[in-house]
């Protein structure tokens, strides 16, 4: 693929926070963040970058203060920053925004424009046939009304909550990994048939890799970059 201009990176899943090697996996996003090459043009943070977040009106999380200072960094010297919220990460109210200066789109996906390719992504949950389980899970986390109780909730209820469900959601993957087949992968195949776009790139899943779809389409699966810190990147090599 011809990519036009500098360099567009991509990763997804790097769960800042969760686990006992936290403070190393943060320290190495921060590495990762601060050698991006000066010629990068756009950073897309494809969903699930804190293993939770939740924003209150005049309230944001503790913590994550390098990484959020890496990405200042970042934007300041003219790097566009993209983040698609995952479902660890969903409930934003502007501080990325304001003070990373950071393009939010909440949307299970999106077609950009991106180095002169047409690019479908996304953070990947609520996209492709997913279990009954995941489907609940997509609409309760984005459920306006529940929302809105959540926000209700002291934070210390709120965060000693999630803390358990993300670590029962982490076992859940590390179980049941998907690969070729996925549900990115059978929505691609669904979606190219109707529209027609460069590449497909998601998160979500976990897995790393590289699917060819029928029409030489390729998919990108994101993998976890917690663990492997895997990414990709568009730089017309």
Not at 8 to 20: Q, R, S, T
Request: charged letters at 25%; a neutral charge.
């Amino acid at each position: 693929m011809e990519i036009a201009g500098g360099k567009y990176y991509f990763v997804a899943d790097v769960h800042l926070g969760a686990g006992p090697d936290a403070a190393l996996r943060e320290r190495l996003f921060v590495d990762y963040l601060h050698n991006l090459p000066e010629d990068t043009e756009a950073l897309y943070i494809l969903g699930d970058m804190f293993d939770f977040w939740a924003e209150y009106r005049d309230v944001a999380p503790r913590g994550f203060v390098r990484v959020l200072g890496a990405l200042a960094a970042l934007s300041d010297r003219g790097v566009k920053l993209v983040f698609y919220p995952g479902n660890h990460d969903w409930w934003l109210k502007g501080y990325l925004e304001s003070e990373l200066g950071m393009r939010v789109v909440c949307a299970r996906y999106a077609v950009e424009e991106i180095g002169g390719l047409k690019v479908c992504i996304g953070h990947g949950d609520g996209v492709g046939e997913r279990s009954s389980h995941e489907r609940l899970m997509y609409k309760m986390f984005r459920s306006r009304i529940l929302i809105a109780l959540l926000r209700s909730l002291h934070p210390r209820w709120v965060f000693g909550f999630a803390k358990r469900w993300s670590s029962s959601s982490r076992r859940h993957h590390d179980t049941n990994p998907w690969y070729g087949e996925s549900p990115v992968v059978g929505f691609a195949r669904e979606y190219a048939r109707d529209h027609k776009v460069d590449a497909f790139v998601f998160g979500h899943d976990h897995v790393e890799g590289k699917v060819l779809l029928e029409d030489g389409t390729p998919v990108y699966l994101l993998g976890d970059w917690a663990k492997s810190q895997s990414g990709l990147n568009f730089s017309g090599k």
